[in-house]
């Protein structure tokens, strides 16, 4: 169709991530991002659907060129839902604890918070770049964790864990 097919797109975003290239992946997830298809009224005129659904696709050829499809209609929402929170911010949710792994740029997102519901439990968390050279770190309700791992209570209670985490080098170093 010469369009851009977004699962692919996605993916390819995901990709990138997994092989360490953060940069490029939040490039990719901008690009992606309905919302930035329609921050002026003209590329909201081009894109012609609803800002903050995902389309299946984007039209590139003529007279529809920048024009989006099949929104609402698509799988894409749920892969792009998966690259934000699981492949860039990194949430691992594994069947007793949480892991947080984020693949954040160089520049511009330091640090995000985050509030997850565990059955009776809700995890406040926050996760900031560690200072150069300093290790990662988990701490939850103030104590640490030796093993990075968030461990998951049902317990009824609110609990504090703060992340302190260390990017891995650049690709190619």
Do not use: K
């Amino acid at each position: 169709n010469g369009g851009q097919y977004t699962h692919a797109a996605i993916w390819t975003a995901m990709a990138f991530a997994e092989l360490g290239d953060a940069e490029t992946a939040w490039q990719l997830f901008d690009l992606l991002n309905p919302v930035n298809h329609s921050l002026t009224p003209a590329t909201a005129a081009r894109y012609r659907v609803e800002p903050y659904v995902m389309t299946a696709d984007i039209y590139s050829v003529a007279p529809h060129t920048g024009r989006g499809g099949w929104s609402w209609y698509t799988g894409a929402a749920g892969w792009m839902y998966r690259l934000a929170v699981e492949t860039l911010l990194g949430f691992e949710r594994h069947p007793d604890h949480l892991r947080i792994n984020p693949r954040l740029p160089s520049i511009g997102l330091d640090h995000f918070r985050l509030t997850y519901r565990f059955r009776s439990a809700t995890y406040h968390i926050e996760v900031r770049r560690a200072p150069a050279g300093a290790p990662p770190e988990v701490i939850v309700d103030g104590i640490p964790q030796a093993d990075g791992r968030m461990p998951l209570l049902d317990d009824g209670r609110d609990h504090t864990a703060t992340v302190a985490w260390s990017p891995p080098p650049s690709p190619g170093v």
